[in-house]
Antibody, heavy 121, light 110 residues
Framework: QLQLQESGPGLVKPSETLSLTCTVSGGSINSNISFWGWVRQPPGKGLEWIASIFYTGSTYYNPSLKSRLTISVDTSKNQFSLEMNSVTAADTAVYFC?????????????WGQGTLVTVSS | QSALTQPPSASGSPGQSVTISCTGTSSDIGGYNYVSWYQQHPGKAPKVMIYEVTKRPSGVPDRFSGSRSGNTASLTVSGLQSEDEADYYCSSYAGSNTLLFGGGTKLTVL
């Protein structure tokens, strides 16, 4: 059974960089049928797709966030990561990592439990 | 890209059917057969209930069904049960390996 687990600081200061890592277990990140992605959910609000990556390193970003994002993959560790710079309070959210499958990664079938990141001084 | 439009709330009594709509554009819902629906209980990760407009993953009850007409997708829950009370989100492929979510609908079982 595929499992995903987010890790990273729970508190980030405004203007600094948010860094999260997702560790995949129970399967290989080197899959030609899987993309890997990040989704966030501000407290009490809806879901927002952030970014996706294929194991080859091809990256895809939400256009509204693209200028602040970097998503990367480390196949040797079976992990993928997200960096978001210049964070503000509006970036406070639960961040989920998840696997995408289907045509060009069109839906999420496995999710991490989520990690709350608070942006505050 | 704008978020897909869902009604904020929906409700029904046990045993009844309820349909949740999700409206987009010809660049997302209307342009691809890649609409998915997620169920989220409080404090939990979302769970895919429908993918590629009408397909149900293994283990999802056949009380859940999906459809699409033009730029609007719909999720129907038949035979409502108390455990169906949750937030539901639609999502659509929007081209160039990008995805959109709807704002979410809170389903209440009366």
């Amino acid at each position: 059974q595929l499992q995903l687990q987010e890790s990273g600081p729970g508190l980030v200061k405004p203007s600094e960089t948010l860094s999260l890592t997702c560790t995949v277990s129970g399967g290989s990140i080197n899959s030609n049928i899987s993309f890997w992605g990040w989704v966030r959910q501000p407290p009490g609000k809806g879901l927002e797709w952030i970014a996706s990556i294929f194991y080859t390193g091809s990256t895809y970003y939400n256009p509204s966030l693209k200028s602040r994002l970097t998503i990367s993959v480390d196949t040797s560790k079976n992990q993928f990561s997200l960096e978001m710079n210049s964070v503000t309070a509006a970036d406070t959210a639960v961040y989920f990592c998840a696997r995408l499958t289907g045509y060009s990664g069109d839906y999420f079938d496995y999710w991490g439990q989520g990690t709350l990141v608070t942006v505050s001084s | 890209q704008s978020a897909l439009t869902q009604p904020p709330s929906a409700s029904g009594s046990p045993g009844q059917s309820v349909t949740i709509s999700c409206t987009g554009t010809s660049s997302d819902i209307g342009g691809y057969n890649y609409v998915s629906w997620y169920q989220q209980h409080p404090g939990k990760a979302p769970k895919v209930m429908i993918y590629e407009v009408t397909k149900r993953p293994s283990g999802v009850p056949d009380r859940f069904s999906g459809s699409r007409s033009g730029n609007t997708a719909s999720l129907t829950v038949s035979g409502l049960q108390s455990e169906d009370e949750a937030d539901y989100y639609c999502s659509s492929y929007a081209g160039s390996n990008t995805l959109l979510f709807g704002g979410g609908t809170k389903l209440t079982v009366l």
